[in-house]
């Protein structure tokens, strides 16, 4: 009996062994962010497209930390590859940060630099602590970061720091292929380039989609992505658009005024970038439209009241519309605004993802070629 009793108390030792030790806990550190919440997402990429996501847990930020244990979620792998949303109490702060979750494992997080990153004079400090996966991650992200922070003292230095952040990406994955998030993290950054650009990352993005491991739903996600940016930039060489005006009538390029350029501007009433630029299109239009210049505005605000509203209250001297915003940065392929277009008369766009002193430069030349 007393034999039976030590070998039932052994079997229940290592039940409960097993148990926590898959268990898997999270500790959020933030010294800055002394109220919020953390909620922790997990979507795979049939979800996303389908703009669903799981949210597996949520909690609060109390004193500068937030805690949770997951003893309920199902790992597919070792690792679970899920984002953190974090916002602060007063709703002043609020961001997202790649989430390597292992299974059975602590992983801490330290965060830092806040008030820098809502001036926007620098990206977050994140820090991952735990295992030997989860620290190989960490460096890896950081590294990536770092180069950011060169492009954004130096512009000049894009080339050097894109071959640098290719060839940490191209490492990182040859080491963990099965990775969501490192494919989650180039696929952001895809879709910031220009598919014509000489980038070593985009060349990286085209080289990886030679050969996909069957099973890999992050590396078939990003090679579908980049399939259809390249499709969607071959399309939309031609203007083509169907938007509004303040009286709800139906415009099309078709109805744009005689010209020998259009500049068609996709914009909206809340981005402050777009509103600094009217000033500078005024101008412009002062100059070029007598020799045959046309200026389209096209919001792609969620909502015609926000747009309605501020062009009342600013009204221009050309065609301001009101658009589809989901279907035009699908068709034009554009995810930042202002994204600005020129086509020529015959409807073919020219020139594209124009900013700033490049319009000027980009009419100017047109111009003087004839």
């Given at each position: 009996?007393k034999?039976?009793?030590?070998?039932?108390?052994?079997f229940?030792t290592?039940?409960?062994?097993?148990s926590?030790?898959?268990?898997?806990e999270?500790?959020?550190?933030i010294p800055?962010?002394a109220q919020?919440e953390?909620a922790i997402?997990y979507?795979t990429?049939?979800?996303?497209?389908?703009q669903?996501?799981?949210?597996?847990?949520?909690?609060?930020?109390v004193?500068?930390k937030?805690?949770?244990i997951?003893?309920t979620i199902?790992?597919?792998k070792?690792?679970?590859?899920?984002t953190m949303i974090?916002?602060?109490?007063?709703?002043q702060?609020a961001t997202?940060?790649?989430?390597?979750?292992?299974?059975?494992?602590?992983?801490?997080i330290?965060?830092?630099g806040?008030?820098?990153?809502i001036?926007r004079?620098d990206f977050?400090?994140?820090?991952?602590?735990?295992?030997?996966?989860?620290?190989?991650?960490?460096?890896?992200?950081?590294?990536?970061?770092e180069q950011?922070r060169?492009?954004?003292k130096?512009?000049?230095?894009?080339?050097?720091?894109?071959?640098?952040q290719s060839e940490?990406y191209?490492?990182?994955i040859?080491e963990?292929?099965?990775?969501g998030?490192v494919?989650?993290?180039?696929?952001?950054?895809l879709?910031?380039?220009?598919?014509?650009?000489q980038?070593?990352?985009?060349d990286l993005?085209?080289?990886?989609?030679?050969?996909?491991e069957?099973?890999?739903i992050?590396?078939?996600?990003?090679c579908?992505?980049?399939?259809?940016?390249?499709?969607?930039?071959f399309?939309?060489s031609?203007l083509?658009f169907n938007?509004i005006?303040k009286?709800e009538k139906?415009?099309?390029?078709?109805?744009i005024?005689?010209?020998?350029?259009?500049?068609?501007c996709?914009?909206?009433?809340?981005?402050?970038?777009?509103?600094?630029e009217l000033?500078q299109l005024k101008?412009?239009y002062?100059?070029?439209?007598?020799?045959?210049l046309?200026?389209?505005?096209i919001?792609?605000?969620?909502?015609?009241i926000?747009?309605?509203?501020?062009?009342k209250?600013?009204?221009l001297?050309?065609?301001?519309?009101w658009?589809?915003?989901?279907e035009?940065t699908?068709k034009?392929?554009?995810?930042?605004?202002?994204?600005?277009?020129?086509?020529d008369k015959?409807?073919?766009?020219?020139k594209?993802e124009?900013y700033g002193?490049?319009?000027?430069?980009a009419?100017?030349e047109?111009f003087?070629?004839?």
């Amino acid at each position: 009996m007393k034999k039976i009793s030590l070998l039932l108390t052994l079997f229940i030792t290592l039940i409960i062994f097993n148990s926590c030790s898959s268990k898997s806990e999270l500790i959020v550190e933030i010294p800055e962010l002394a109220q919020g919440e953390i909620a922790i997402i997990y979507a795979t990429p049939d979800q996303i497209e389908q703009q669903l996501q799981d949210t597996l847990k949520t909690a609060q930020i109390v004193s500068g930390k937030a805690q949770i244990i997951f003893d309920t979620i199902s790992f597919d792998k070792k690792i679970k590859d899920c984002t953190m949303i974090i916002s602060s109490a007063s709703n002043q702060f609020a961001t997202t940060i790649p989430l390597p979750l292992e299974k059975g494992e602590t992983l801490t997080i330290k965060i830092s630099g806040i008030d820098k990153y809502i001036k926007r004079e620098d990206f977050l400090k994140t820090t991952y602590s735990g295992s030997k996966k989860v620290e190989s991650f960490s460096k890896f992200y950081n590294d990536l970061m770092e180069q950011n922070r060169l492009l954004i003292k130096n512009p000049e230095t894009s080339k050097d720091v894109y071959t640098k952040q290719s060839e940490l990406y191209k490492t990182y994955i040859s080491e963990n292929s099965e990775s969501g998030l490192v494919y989650s993290l180039l696929i952001g950054q895809l879709m910031q380039f220009k598919l014509n650009d000489q980038n070593p990352i985009i060349d990286l993005c085209s080289n990886l989609c030679l050969s996909v491991e069957e099973g890999n739903i992050w590396a078939s996600y990003l090679c579908r992505i980049l399939a259809e940016r390249q499709k969607r930039a071959f399309s939309s060489s031609i203007l083509s658009f169907n938007a509004i005006d303040k009286d709800e009538k139906e415009y099309t390029e078709k109805d744009i005024k005689p010209h020998k350029y259009v500049l068609v501007c996709f914009w909206a009433s809340w981005c402050k970038p777009c509103k600094e630029e009217l000033p500078q299109l005024k101008k412009l239009y002062e100059k070029y439209n007598s020799k045959g210049l046309e200026i389209v505005n096209i919001s792609v605000d969620l909502q015609p009241i926000e747009w309605l509203e501020f062009t009342k209250a600013n009204p221009l001297p050309w065609l301001s519309l009101w658009g589809n915003g989901h279907e035009l940065t699908a068709k034009y392929d554009f995810q930042t605004i202002p994204f600005n277009i020129i086509a020529d008369k015959d409807g073919k766009v020219i020139k594209r993802e124009l900013y700033g002193e490049e319009i000027d430069k980009a009419i100017e030349e047109l111009f003087n070629e004839e």
